[in-house]
Nanobody, 115 residues
Framework: QVQLVESGGGLVQAGGSLRLSCLAS????????MGWYRQAPGKQRELVAH???????NYADSVKGRFTISRDNAKNTMYLQMNSLKPEDTAAYYC?????????WGQGTQVTVSS
């Protein structure tokens, strides 16, 4: 069983930065595709960014140039560096793990950006 624990969310002013972390346990982290999704109130969960086991990345158009996804396989941890935050980035952010046909989700961490 894979456990994912996010941290690093909080309240920040527009234009500010936050770094989210996702610690994975109970898995072979290095072979998994990982990602961040977010869900704002009343909206569907949407992709923010993915990172493969070879560290290839892709981003939602809305965050390109502002967010950076990365991973440290030695620490079983994935990160999301978020810069130039906007009020529309306000959402619960979820860590996602995919390997061998199975996917897992973290419990989410709230990011609130004030204008």
């Amino acid at each position: 069983q894979v456990q994912l624990v996010e941290s690093g969310g909080g309240l920040v002013q527009a234009g500010g930065s936050l770094r989210l972390s996702c610690l994975a346990s109970g898995s072979i982290f290095s072979i998994a595709t990982m990602g961040w999704y977010r869900q704002a109130p009343g909206k569907q969960r949407e992709l923010v960014a993915h990172i493969t086991r070879s560290s290839s990345t892709n981003y939602a158009d809305s965050v390109k140039g502002r967010f950076t996804i990365s991973r440290d396989n030695a620490k079983n941890t994935m990160y999301l560096q978020m810069n130039s935050l906007k009020p529309e980035d306000t959402a619960a952010y979820y860590c996602w793990y995919f390997s061998s046909g199975s996917q897992y989700w973290g419990q989410g961490t709230q990011v609130t950006v004030s204008s």
